[in-house]
T-cell receptor
Framework: GENVEQHPSTLSVQEGDSAVIKCTYSDSASNYFPWYKQELGKRPQLIIDIRSNVGEKKDQRIAVTLNKTAKHFSLHITETQPEDSAVYFCAASPGGGADGLTFGKGTHLIIQP | DSGVTQTPKHLITATGQRVTLRCSPRSGDLSVYWYQQSLDQGLQFLIQYYNGEERAKGNILERFSAQQFPDLHSELNLSSLELGDSALYFC??????????????FGPGTRLTVL
C-alpha cells in the first residue's frame, strides 16, 4: 500500500518568514495530494490540494509543488502569521478507484512572534 | 462547520465493552470515510462506504465494523475494546466515491477513552 513520509516533525519560524514542509510518497499510482491543517482539538481542514497533472498550485500565501518523477510534494507558506500555528498533514490517494487517504505523521508549525 | 456531524463528542467506557459511533455526512455527499487518530499511529484510514456499499478498507481491525444506512448516515461499531483503542475517531464525507475527485470534509470527531 501507499506510504507517506513527512518532514520535519516540528518547524519553528519567525513571524513573517516562510515555512516549507516536505512529503514523499511510495505509490506511483497516487494522483491526488491534499494538505490539511489541524488546530488543537479540532477537525482537519483542507487548505490546498494538487492533482498529478499539475506541477504547482497557489492560493494566496499558500502554495504546493509536486514532482511526480521524484515522488515528492511540498507545502510552502509565505509571510507566516500567528494563526498559521497548527499541525499540518500531507496525504496521498492512489488513483484508479475509491480509497481512503494515506496521511503523513504531521508537522507542528510554530510561529514565533 | 463542515456540515458533517458526529455523535457522541466524548465516550468513556471500559475494556471489553462495545460502542457505536455515529456520523451524518454533508447534504448531498454519498461517500463516508472513517479515520482513527492516535498519538502513536497518526491519522489512519479505516473504511469507506459509498451510497450504502462498502467501497474500500484500510487498517480496520476485525473487532471493528461499520455500515451506511439508506439515509446515508454511517455507524462505526467497536467491540471487545482494548486500552489501545483510545483515540479520536473522525468521519469524513465527499460527493463521489473517488477521493481524487472530491475534497473530503471532516466531522468534529468522537474522542473515545477506554479505561
Amino acid at each position: 500500500g501507499e506510504n507517506v513520509e513527512q518532514h520535519p516533525s516540528t518547524l519553528s519560524v519567525q513571524e513573517g518568514d516562510s515555512a516549507v514542509i516536505k512529503c514523499t510518497y511510495s505509490d506511483s499510482a497516487s494522483n491526488y495530494f491534499p494538505w490539511y491543517k489541524q488546530e488543537l482539538g479540532k477537525r482537519p481542514q483542507l487548505i490546498i490540494d494538487i492533482r498529478s497533472n499539475v506541477g504547482e498550485k497557489k492560493d494566496q500565501r499558500i502554495a504546493v509543488t509536486l514532482n511526480k518523477t521524484a515522488k515528492h510534494f511540498s507545502l510552502h507558506i509565505t509571510e507566516t502569521q500567528p494563526e498559521d500555528s497548527a499541525v499540518y498533514f500531507c496525504a496521498a490517494s492512489p488513483g484508479g478507484g475509491a480509497d481512503g487517504l494515506t496521511f503523513g505523521k504531521g508537522t507542528h508549525l510554530i510561529i514565533q512572534p | 462547520d463542515s456540515g458533517v456531524t458526529q455523535t457522541p463528542k466524548h465516550l468513556i467506557t471500559a475494556t471489553g465493552q462495545r460502542v457505536t459511533l455515529r456520523c451524518s455526512p454533508r447534504s448531498g455527499d454519498l461517500s463516508v470515510y472513517w479515520y482513527q487518530q492516535s498519538l502513536d499511529q497518526g491519522l489512519q484510514f479505516l473504511i469507506q462506504y459509498y451510497n450504502g456499499e462498502e467501497r474500500a478498507k484500510g487498517n480496520i481491525l476485525e473487532r471493528f465494523s461499520a455500515q451506511q444506512f439508506p439515509d446515508l448516515h454511517s455507524e462505526l461499531n467497536l467491540s471487545s475494546l482494548e486500552l489501545g483503542d483510545s483515540a479520536l475517531y473522525f468521519c469524513a464525507s465527499s460527493v463521489s466515491g473517488q477521493p481524487s475527485h472530491n475534497e473530503q470534509f471532516f466531522g468534529p470527531g468522537t474522542r473515545l477513552t477506554v479505561l
